[in-house]
């Protein structure tokens, strides 16, 4: 019968370790169970692959949102307080489009011009796709068609008056000067109120630069909100 080393009792047949204090019967036995407690390293090889993250190629990405963005952001027309940008491309083309505070940017430089007579044909043509210029161009062209009908009006009402209240002709021998029309005091009462209304126009015109060039959209007294001059626009030069 085997006896322990460490207690002194006896071993069963074939015991690997002590019944009583535990311990083994040699050596042997000792690094084997030891080895049994110990975790088993992982064997890289049969250890199941890990995804690695591949890294990312700088030009492909960036092509790839180029091509993102130009298909979503440019070939669709976007939302609201987007307008297409000037000289469009034809179609089948990406256009590109600007944002209404870009649009008053390029445009205040040129929208002013609208209200300085006949120049208002310079925006009209040359920001034609310029919402913010069409704006001003509408408003300058119905200024510059009232201006025109009261002048035309002007002429004939005080033609009638003359022909009503005649004046008579003036005549300087002293100094051989040629003779002269003098109006009657009629005619020029008249002359100097209804003068008034030239004075009327050029302070709208005043009115009209200062809104064009510092970015605003606001309608002239009194004769901004008459729609005929800007529906005829709409139908003819800004028909789409």
Same mark, same amino acid.
């Given at each position: ?67 993102? %963005? ?140 200062? %809104? ?29």
């Amino acid at each position: 019968m085997a006896i322990c080393n460490k207690c002194g009792q006896q071993l069963p047949e074939n015991a690997n370790a002590c019944p009583y204090c535990g311990t083994f019967v040699n050596e042997q036995n000792a690094q084997q169970a030891a080895s049994q407690q110990v975790a088993q390293p992982v064997d890289p090889q049969q250890a199941a692959p890990q995804q690695v993250a591949q890294p990312v190629d700088p030009q492909q990405n960036y092509q790839q949102n180029y091509q993102q %963005n130009y298909q979503q952001g440019y070939q669709q027309a976007p939302q609201q307080n987007y307008q297409p940008g000037y000289g469009a491309p034809q179609q089948g083309y990406a256009q590109p489009y600007v944002t209404p505070d870009m649009d008053v940017q390029q445009s205040k430089g040129i929208a002013w011009l609208s209200y300085m007579g006949l120049l208002f044909l310079i925006p009209m043509f040359v920001r034609r796709q310029s919402d913010y210029t069409r704006f001003h161009v509408k408003q300058g062209a119905t200024l510059f068609a009232a201006d025109l009908a009261y002048g035309i009006t002007y002429g004939i009402l005080m033609a009638i008056i003359n022909a009503i209240f005649p004046g008579h002709y003036s005549y300087s021998y002293l100094y051989y000067m040629p003779s002269y029309y003098v109006h009657s005091d009629v005619y020029n009462v008249f002359a100097v109120l209804l003068g008034l209304g030239s004075i009327f126009f050029f302070v709208l015109a005043i009115i009209g630069i200062v %809104n064009a060039a510092t970015g605003k959209r606001k309608e002239l007294p009194l004769i901004g909100k008459i729609p005929w001059i800007a529906t005829l626009l709409d139908n003819t030069v800004y028909k789409q």
